[in-house]
């Protein structure tokens, strides 16, 4: 069994895995994402580290969020909800569509966690949620 930490060592090592289990040869999937075979090959080999457009574009055409590709390179068990496994998995969704939403959810639970903290009810019509 591989142990689990030494399971992506590296971006480039997760994100060819990620390629070759959607079965997309190295010329189609850099295509796709719209740079070339040679710069996703020096990525894959970790000789250069892809830019943050690039990056999300290789996690969108793989169908997955930037947070999620690198959270399987962490191999952090997170403890995902459901409204951010849907967020995750909606294929009518941008990259930058994902992230959005996800971090507005998360701005409203971390609003909510607050004001339990303070010992004021959170409720449906808090209509100012920086306060």
């Known amino acids: 069994m591989v142990d689990e930490e030494a399971r992506y060592r590296t971006l480039g090592e ?22 070339s075979n040679p710069y996703l090959s020096q990525i894959e080999r970790n000789l250069r580290e892809p830019s943050e457009r690039v990056l999300d574009a290789i996690a ?15 191999n952090e068990p997170r403890a995902v909800s459901g409204v951010v496994t849907a967020i995750d998995g909606d294929p009518d969704l941008t990259n930058a569509q994902r992230k959005a939403l996800t971090e507005m959810y998360e701005a409203f639970r971390e609003v909510t966690r607050s004001k339990r903290k303070r010992g004021r009810p959170a409720t449906v019509d808090d209509s100012n949620v920086d306060d």
Do not use: C, K, N
Request: hydrophobic share 50%.
């Open 60 to 74: 969108e055409h793989l169908q997955m969020s930037t947070d999620m590709l690198l959270g399987q390179l962490r």
């Open 14 to 35: 997760l994100i060819r895995r990620q390629r070759e289990l959607a079965e997309l040869p190295m010329r189609q999937f850099a295509a796709m994402v719209g740079i």
